[in-house]
Nanobody, 125 residues
Framework: VQLQASGGGLVQAGGSLRLSCEASGITFNMWAIGWYRQAPGKQHEMVAS???????DYADSVKGRFTISRDNAENTVYLQMNSLKAADTAVYYCAAGRILAVNQPLLRTGDYEHWGQGTLVTVSS
């Protein structure tokens, strides 16, 4: 199983970025995908997650600004990030966890079995 995250970069506060996570080696729609982030000196936190059936969950800190989506035909999950703040600066990781039903949510970090390499998002204020 491989997860390839991309799309990070430097953006000014208020700007937007779209992250992508391409998966290989899995039956994609039977895996939930989560986006996590880790800022310097802080613990990693879940930002958003999406089930195989496209049900979504978001951290309170990003609700209304970030949108997670997936294209099961392309084995890819996206994280559209709008109205970015300096506090969103972090390394963003995507992770995959096996689910037994397409709409089963995975909200615990320990349920995610495979992790991508991370992509750095830097928001300048």
């Amino acid at each position: 199983v491989q997860l390839q995250a991309s799309g990070g970069g430097l953006v000014q506060a208020g700007g937007s970025l779209r992250l992508s996570c391409e998966a290989s080696g899995i039956t994609f729609n039977m895996w939930a995908i989560g986006w996590y982030r880790q800022a310097p000196g802080k613990q990693h936190e879940m930002v958003a997650s999406i089930t195989g059936g496209h049900n979504t969950d978001y951290a309170d800190s990003v609700k209304g600004r970030f949108t997670i989506s997936r294209d099961n035909a392309e084995n890819t999950v996206y994280l559209q990030m709008n109205s970015l703040k300096a506090a969103d600066t972090a390394v963003y990781y995507c992770a995959a966890g096996r689910i037994l039903a397409v709409n089963q949510p995975l909200l615990r970090t320990g349920d995610y079995e495979h992790w991508g390499q991370g992509t750095l998002v830097t928001v300048s204020s």
